[in-house]
T-cell receptor
Framework: DGGITQSPKYLFRKEGQNVTLSCEQN?????MYWYRQDPGQGLRLIYYSQIVNDFQKGDIAEGYSVSREKKESFPLTVTSAQKNPTAFYLCASSMTGANTGELFFGEGSRLTVL | GENVEQHPSTLSVQEGDSAVIKCTYSDSASNYFPWYKQELGKRPQLIIDIRSNVGEKKDQRIAVTLNKTAKHFSLHITETQPEDSAVYFC????????????FGQGTELSVKP
């Protein structure tokens, strides 16, 4: 059953703690993305990766970090430096670049900072 | 960098009426414009897309138009149905930044029976 899986679905964290969101895909896609969704602000790009061992900052990368050691995996770490981390996070993948075809999204991870 | 503005933020129509959502983009190098639909509690899914070498594209009740000169594109939904109720996002990506899909703020469409 092919798809893109995010975990955990819900996550609570205390201020000052780092947290890592998992994103795994078995679609054999080269490109992967992390978006943040806030009410009224649409989907804002955090980081994206077009190939293994390479990634680029999106528009709101501050306070976040990623790695792309395997084609299937693109974990996102929300660090304590992120000032307003409470949000809904969406991971996506596409066969190649975002301008060549459809993005497939995961079901999302909702992070709440207490 | 690219910036995408989307209007309106909310739209309410009666079942059977048409709905139009408009987006403008800033980077004239953008060449790919997809539209995504996100139903409540679900992931966004692609419903239609258009490339810069095409002015209009239709798929059943959905159509998208692109005006490159004015740098705006629109989603048209005809004969709306309650199941069309969702949040719709437009997006754009410059040809030289293939990995960077920039989304608009979203439009919450409500179709009343």
């Amino acid at each position: 059953d092919g798809g893109i899986t995010q975990s955990p679905k819900y996550l609570f964290r205390k201020e000052g703690q780092n947290v890592t969101l998992s994103c795994e895909q078995n679609l054999n896609h080269d490109a992967m993305y992390w978006y943040r969704q806030d009410p009224g602000q649409g989907l804002r790009l955090i980081y994206y990766s077009q190939i293994v061992n390479d990634f680029q900052k999106g528009d709101i990368a501050e306070g976040y970090s990623v790695s792309r050691e395997k084609k299937e995996s693109f974990p996102l770490t929300v660090t304590s430096a992120q000032k307003n981390p409470t949000a809904f996070y969406l991971c996506a993948s596409s066969m190649t670049g975002a301008n060549t075809g459809e993005l497939f999204f995961g079901e999302g991870s909702r992070l709440t900072v207490l | 960098g690219e910036n995408v503005e989307q209007h309106p933020s909310t739209l309410s129509v009666q079942e059977g009426d048409s709905a139009v959502i408009k987006c403008t983009y800033s980077d004239s190098a953008s060449n790919y414009f997809p539209w995504y639909k996100q139903e409540l509690g679900k992931r966004p899914q692609l419903i239609i897309d258009i490339r810069s070498n095409v002015g209009e594209k239709k798929d059943q009740r959905i159509a998208v138009t692109l005006n490159k000169t004015a740098k705006h594109f629109s989603l048209h939904i005809t004969e709306t149905q309650p199941e069309d109720s969702a949040v719709y996002f437009c997006a754009a990506t410059p040809y030289n930044q293939g990995g960077k899909l920039i989304f608009g703020q979203g439009t919450e469409l409500s179709v009343k029976p």
